[in-house]
């Protein structure tokens, strides 16, 4: 069983579209994550929630919209996605400080 | 905000040598982590680092945190073809916030068979 799992792991997708990308942990943390990895593989973190609350959210255009039904779940919608979202972005949990676990990534191409 | 000094940028070593990457930080660290990502995937901790001075291994990889707690390096003996990726260190962000992590640029490895 894979522990923390997002889909699609590949998005191509045309400007101007909406997107979303979905994650799910099985390993009953409370807290859940979504950072972005550029070109440069820098890692950046976007969002955090903590037992369905949001509780980091960095400089991240709103057109990022993060959404937790329970806390097994975390998933990212974008809207009007632009060239400059391309990107892989990665789920990830925590219960103990600072052990993240991350998905596989999704690499979103957008043209 | 924080930043993570993470030297050096890329390596191109033969397999056996013995690897030596370090990363430096703007202020005081209660943790240190090192994570390796492979390619196509996430990153995947490797190391956890919470105690100044501490020295922990893991098979052949060994890290330390550094008595300053603005520093921390990460070594890999007898390095393999699977050893081939990008390592990252990682710490809480400003303020010691448990929940955002600052990560270093990485350090991308490559081992030559």
């Known amino acids: 069983d894979t522990a923390v799992s997002q889909t699609p792991k590949y998005l191509v997708t045309q400007m101007g579209n909406d997107k979303s990308i979905k994650c799910e942990q099985n390993?009953?943390?409370?807290?859940m994550y979504w950072y972005k990895q550029d070109s440069k593989k820098f890692l950046k973190i976007m969002f955090s929630?903590?037992?369905?609350?949001?509780?980091i959210n960095e400089t991240v255009p709103n057109r990022f919209s993060p959404k937790s039904p329970d806390k097994a779940h975390l998933n990212l919608h974008i809207n009007s996605l632009e060239l400059g979202d391309s990107a892989v972005y990665f789920c990830?949990?925590?219960?103990?400080?600072?052990?993240?676990?991350f998905g596989s990534g999704t690499q979103l191409s957008v043209l | 905000g924080q930043q993570l000094n993470q030297s050096p940028q890329s390596m191109f070593i033969q397999e056996g040598e013995d690897v030596s990457m370090n990363c430096t930080s703007s202020?005081?660290?209660?943790?240190w982590l090192w994570y390796k990502q492979d390619p196509g995937e996430g990153p995947v901790l490797l190391i956890a680092?919470?105690?100044?001075?501490e020295l922990t291994s893991n098979g052949r990889l060994t890290a330390q945190f550094g008595i300053t707690r603005k520093d921390s390096f990460l070594n890999i003996s007898a390095s393999i073809p699977s050893d081939v990726g990008i390592y990252f260190c990682?710490?809480?962000?400003?303020?010691?916030?448990?929940?955002?992590?600052?990560f270093g640029k990485g350090t991308l490895l490559t081992v030559n068979p």
């Open positions: 990830a949990s925590s219960q103990v400080t600072g052990t993240l676990f």
């Open positions: 390993l009953g943390h409370d807290t």
């Open positions: 929630y903590n037992n369905k609350e949001l509780i």
């Open positions: 202020s005081i660290f209660n943790t």
């Open positions: 680092l919470y105690k100044a001075g």
């Open positions: 990682a710490g809480p962000g400003s303020g010691g916030s448990n929940y955002k992590l600052t």
